[in-house]
């Protein structure tokens, strides 16, 4: 059976159906190809497709770009992600800084400052605090925390009807600078 033979129609008008066939017999020199061309309708003319080379160029451009547009958005989520977690992270030791703050008294009780972390015992020991990797309330450092540094200040401020003299605003700040994170929060402590 020879299907690669070339057929070139005549120039009749285009066959009916069951006609046409032996135009092509040249290349359809099995009976069961014919039976096949007399029930498609139409003689048959197997012509080889195939795709040109600019085709096939153009192709791998259009599959590269979308590929590459379809990465650069799951690197994006995936940077996002983790950005997420950090600064969660960050909330995180920056509300624990502010709750151990606000948990001491109001005035120093011993009337002694300049103490270390481990010792601090009111609110105004913390001002100017500056730990470079979060640290628990004694001052050890907490591991994998070692990234974020954390800045407090206090001072004396107003809040509502509390007049600045019995009120406190703590504020904690924590950066995580390989992320370029920064998170501050802020809190109070009345003299009540």
């Keep these: 059976m020879n299907l690669h033979a070339h057929c070139i129609p005549s120039p009749q008008p285009s066959p009916t ?3 046409g066939v032996e135009e092509c017999s040249a290349f359809l020199t099995s009976p069961l190809v014919e039976e096949v061309a007399r029930s498609a309708g139409e003689g048959l003319c197997f012509r080889q497709r195939g795709v040109t080379l600019i085709e096939l160029v153009l192709s791998i451009v259009i599959v590269a770009i979308a590929a ?50 481990g010792t601090f015992d009111d609110v105004s020991d913390y001002n100017g605090l500056n730990d470079v990797g979060a640290r628990d309330q004694t001052g050890a450092t907490i591991a994998g925390l070692g990234g974020y540094n954390v800045t407090v200040a206090v001072a004396t ?22 992320a370029g994170i920064t998170v501050a929060i802020s809190g109070y402590r009345t003299n009540y």
């Design 17 to 19: 159906r069951g006609e």
């Design 68 to 117: 590459s547009a379809i990465l650069g958005l799951l690197s994006f989520a995936a940077r996002s992600s983790a950005d997420a977690m950090i600064r969660n992270q960050a909330v995180a030791v920056a509300q624990a800084y502010l709750e151990e703050i606000r948990f001491k008294s109001f005035s120093d009780p011993d009337g002694v400052g300049g103490e270390s972390r």
């Design 157 to 178: 401020s107003a809040l509502g009807a509390v007049a600045a003299a019995n009120s406190k605003r703590i504020d904690v700040t924590v950066q995580y600078a390989a």
